[in-house]
């Protein structure tokens, strides 16, 4: 359920929704404080579904999505929403690929209609339109990944801990099958996954579900459903026993740096293996150990032992096919990164054998609560929410019942959580050290 990020059952609505007779599942949230929307179409296809060899393919397509349908020339779109007073953009995941526009109530029926138009009514013929966008994708890796040292070390440390999952392969793909993508690739792939009973359509803002079924039905009601969508068997892992390591130098790095990562459990996942309120506690773990300046491993390392300039926990805990915990830390002056690393491993088997405390866990509860509550201060937020949740294997009642859910974890269930996943031989280490003679201070870090 997208961890933190999930709101308060008391903040957050409870969707009014229905289904077209296509498939396509509408879940309108009201929000009267402004005449504005967030339009968004979520589809159930993202980069773990990718053929081996193809990646990047996804990602490729969510550009290809914005050039154009026999009704709108290539980037009329986007020209479109902004000419409107409006905003749009996309992403992909490895569960799902999104698209939002946020414009005036008024202009809702507009970009209903293109975006109901390009569902289906892409042209993906002129291979040079297509072609190009290929380059774009790989320029925009080679600057967000391959000039960025952090990037590298993660993507790298990703295909170690999933060496046969398709999570071990980066969402925007290896430059190398970037390059060999073709516009039958993308023609393919959308021929195959983007139809309205594969997608859900989500709208939030000044509306209701009665004012929008009618429109709903106009734009997306006479859109064909495909009769043949894949199944989504995504090869597993192997069994992980052993523990792995990996260090990059580079010359961009200013800091040293450590940060290991652990397979763990998904909200999806939890539920599917049985373990009750196991995604939950993972939440909680997290902010315990290292999610604020009053965590365990910043008080022990940054305030109290002086080895660390900063220290952290984070839980991933979205995705259909199992999630991830994270800690790591940066070390101060003069502090080795070996002895960061076996006092980041003293706090954490000090966690095991001690629990947390009362006051820790009421804390860790009463934050993420907080933060949740902030976070769907918007309708934008509310959209995402429910729309990476559900495309991510959850319902709408496991969204609005997660802080129900959060409140009832236990120290007997946080440590469970800890005990199963704080398990090295599920983990992959990393660290990021700088060129030797280069400048110490500030730059990239995990």
Not at 165 to 194: F, S
Not at 409 to 437: I, N
């Amino acid at each position: 359920m997208c961890g933190a990020f999930i709101s308060p059952a008391d903040a957050l609505p409870r969707p009014e929704t229905f289904t077209l007779k296509n498939g396509l599942e509408v879940l309108v949230i009201p929000d009267r404080r402004a005449p504005v929307v967030t339009h968004m179409v979520w589809y159930r296809v993202g980069a773990a579904d990718e053929q081996r060899g193809k990646s990047g393919l996804a990602h490729f397509l969510e550009h290809l999505m914005f050039k154009g349908t026999s009704k709108l020339a290539v980037g009329e779109f986007s020209r479109t929403v902004a000419r409107n007073g409006g905003v749009d953009n996309a992403f992909t995941s490895y569960d799902y690929t999104a698209y939002f526009e946020r414009v005036g109530r008024d202009r809702l029926e507009l970009v209903m209609s293109m975006e109901a138009d390009r569902m289906r009514g892409l042209r993906l013929e002129d291979p040079k339109t297509v072609l190009s966008e290929r380059d774009v994708i790989t320029e925009e890796r080679r600057q967000r990944t391959d000039n960025n040292p952090a990037a590298r070390l993660g993507e790298r440390m990703n295909a170690m801990l999933h060496p046969h999952h398709p999570y071990g392969t980066p969402i925007i793909g290896w430059m190398h099958e970037i390059n060999g993508l073709t516009p039958q690739d993308a023609i393919e792939w959308y021929r195959t996954w983007y139809a309205p009973n594969n997608a859900t359509l989500i709208v939030a803002g000044d509306i209701d579900a009665a004012a929008l079924k009618p429109l709903a039905e106009k734009y997306y009601g006479k859109l064909k459903p495909t009769k043949d969508l894949p199944k989504r068997d995504w090869v597993q892992n192997p069994p992980a026993d052993t523990p792995q390591r990996v260090s990059l130098t580079d010359p961009k790095v200013r800091q040293p740096s450590i940060v290991r990562t652990y397979l763990a459990e998904s909200y999806h996942t939890a539920k599917k293996n049985k373990i009750t309120r196991g995604a939950e506690a993972l939440d909680v773990l997290g902010e315990i150990l290292g999610g604020s300046e009053t965590s365990r491993l910043y008080r022990a390392l940054v305030e109290d032992k002086k080895l660390a300039v900063n220290a952290y926990a984070r839980a991933d805990t979205s995705g259909l096919g199992g999630g991830a915990f994270s800690v790591g830390g940066t070390p101060a002056d003069g502090v080795s990164l070996e002895t960061l690393e076996a006092a980041i491993d003293s706090v954490i088997a000090d966690f095991i054998k001690t629990g947390p405390t009362d006051a820790e866990l009421t804390r860790a509860k009463a934050n993420l609560a907080a933060s949740a509550t902030y976070a769907v201060d918007d309708q934008e937020q509310l959209a995402n929410i429910f729309g990476a949740s559900l495309a991510s294997g959850e319902t709408i009642d496991d969204v609005v019942n997660w802080e129900n859910e959060i409140m009832l974890v236990t120290r007997e269930d946080v440590l469970a959580a800890a005990e199963r996943t704080l398990d090295l031989g599920k983990s992959v280490t990393g660290t990021l050290l700088p060129a030797q003679g280069a400048p110490a201070g500030g730059g990239a870090a995990p």
